[in-house]
């Protein structure tokens, strides 16, 4: 079962406005990490806020995380054409051997010009 | 420090065949994790190996398994393939394991199964 739920599952927007997406867990958690996936391709990283942290950014990026209501959200600012792309949200269960880093199943950017 | 690296890009198998892919982490990261793609699992774990050791496993079967070597590059095998193998393999590389640190992947393999 996934242990990250993305929200919402697809997002349209024009350039220039911003995207929030936002991740639901069911766990405890050491860390959550967003990362960013184009048509296909490998995953690359954005960011990863630990579990005593609250808020973090990126140039356009920000993530903040609530421990207490098991959810995380990204906001991109000013998006632009080429954030077109699907974001997944991963997290690291706290403790629990032979755990794994899981994934959910992603939100689906499209930003138009 | 050039990035995580896997081959081959692109594979086609039949089934019952088997395959091993490969997976070439950043220089100085010790683990290595591999995770399979489709549309309708998404991503799912499949192991993690830190020097050479395989310290995490996902709800796979015993057809899929994985090595790590001392340069700690790592393959991981499929036998006996059934189409519900296709799928984008990714490998994703970090310096401490994927609980407490960054994982940077690879470009992935594309599996398909005939």
């Known amino acids: 079962s996934q242990q990250g739920e993305e929200d919402p599952q697809a997002l349209s927007i024009q350039e220039g406005e911003n995207a929030t997406m936002n991740c639901s867990y069911k766990?405890?958690?050491?860390?959550l990490q967003w990362y960013r996936q184009n048509s296909g391709r490998g995953l690359v990283h954005l960011i990863l806020i630990r579990s005593n942290e609250r808020e973090k950014h990126s140039g356009r990026l920000r993530v903040t995380l609530d421990t207490s209501k098991k959810s995380s959200s990204l906001l991109i600012t000013a998006s632009r054409a080429a954030d077109t792309a699907s974001y997944f949200c991963?997290?690291?269960?706290?403790?629990?051997?032979?755990?794994?880093?899981?994934f959910g199943k992603g939100t689906t950017l499209s930003v138009s010009s | 420090k050039a990035g995580v690296t896997q081959t081959p890009r692109y594979l086609i198998k039949t089934r019952g065949q088997q395959v091993t892919l490969s997976c070439s982490p950043i220089?100085?990261?010790?683990?290595v994790s591999w995770y399979q793609q489709t549309p309708g699992q998404g991503l799912q774990f499949l192991f993690e190996y830190f020097s050479e050791t395989q310290r995490n496993k996902g709800n796979f079967p015993g057809r899929f398994s994985g090595r790590q070597f001392s340069n700690s590059r790592s393959e991981m095998n499929v036998s006996t393939l059934e189409l519900g193998d296709s799928a984008l393999y990714l490998c994703a590389s970090s310096s401490g394991g994927l609980l407490t640190d960054t994982q940077y992947f690879g470009p992935g393999t594309r599996l398909t199964v005939l």
């Open positions: 766990t405890s958690i050491n860390n």
């Open positions: 220089s100085g990261h010790r683990s």
């Open positions: 991963a997290t690291a269960p706290r403790t629990q051997a032979g755990t794994a880093l899981i």
